[in-house]
């Protein structure tokens, strides 16, 4: 079965820092990856997603992540933090076997705080 | 453009009590579903359906039921609430169904606690 591991359920950085969230994954085929993030009392919007193209992947806001397949990871990050990135991250791999659109695994979310 | 609307927004229901979420889209999304959110456990889906009469169960579809009478609407219900269905569900859709690395589109969600 597909799962993931976000390691640190919560990370701080200032204002201006690098940001790297962390998603290891376990898959037995080659999976797709999502990165999405969740603004306070508002549902999960897409950052980005991994499709088996090029390992770097930019998504919006600055944000990018690299597949690794030897290190099974899908890190986040973002060169400079900005008070607007506080939010709640979860990486997500999708079973692509079934042919199911969609039918995500996500992982239990890491809470990025910003400060000044 | 309104995407994947969720009603209500809160709800507080007492053990036993029953009631329907409801979820509509307007981006003619033949995959929908419906994931619980729980702190510390990230996102759990409920049900699924890849299109109208077609629905299926995720990883924690215990006391729900769903039906798909047509594109645009998913109703999650809850037969007997009961207080570990406090929870904060979303309802998600994607187009099209039969691509997996097609993203979901979420609503804002419904709070649901039970007391």
């Known amino acids: 079965a597909q799962s993931v591991t976000q390691l640190g359920s919560h990370v701080s950085v200032s204002e201006g820092a690098l940001v790297l969230l962390r998603c290891n994954y376990s898959s037995s085929v080659p999976p797709y990856l999502f990165w999405y993030v969740q603004y306070p009392n508002q549902g999960l919007q897409l950052l980005l997603k991994y499709t088996s193209a090029a390992t770097l992947v930019k998504g919006i806001n600055g944000f990018e992540a690299e597949f690794k397949k030897s290190e099974t990871s899908f890190h986040l990050t973002k060169p400079s933090a900005h008070m607007s990135d506080a939010a709640e991250y979860f990486c997500?791999?999708?079973?692509?076997?079934?042919?199911?659109?969609?039918?995500?695994?996500f992982g239990t979310g890491t809470r990025l705080q910003v400060t000044l | 453009n309104a995407g994947v609307t969720q009603t209500p927004k809160f709800q507080v229901l007492k053990t036993g009590q029953s009631m329907t979420l409801q979820c509509a889209q307007d981006?003619?999304?033949?995959?929908m579903s419906w994931y619980r959110q729980d702190p510390g456990m990230g996102l759990r889906l409920i049900h699924y359906s890849v299109g109208a009469g077609i629905t299926d169960q995720g990883e924690v579809p215990n006391g729900y039921n769903v039906s798909r009478s047509t594109t645009e609407d998913f109703p999650l219900r809850l037969l007997s609430a009961a207080p570990s269905q406090t929870s904060v569900y979303f309802c998600a859709s994607s187009s099209p169904a039969g691509q997996a690395n097609s993203p979901l589109h979420f609503g804002n969600g419904t709070r649901l606690t039970v007391t």
């Open positions: 981006m003619n999304h033949e995959y």
């Open positions: 997500a791999v999708s079973d692509h076997r079934t042919g199911t659109a969609s039918k995500l695994t």
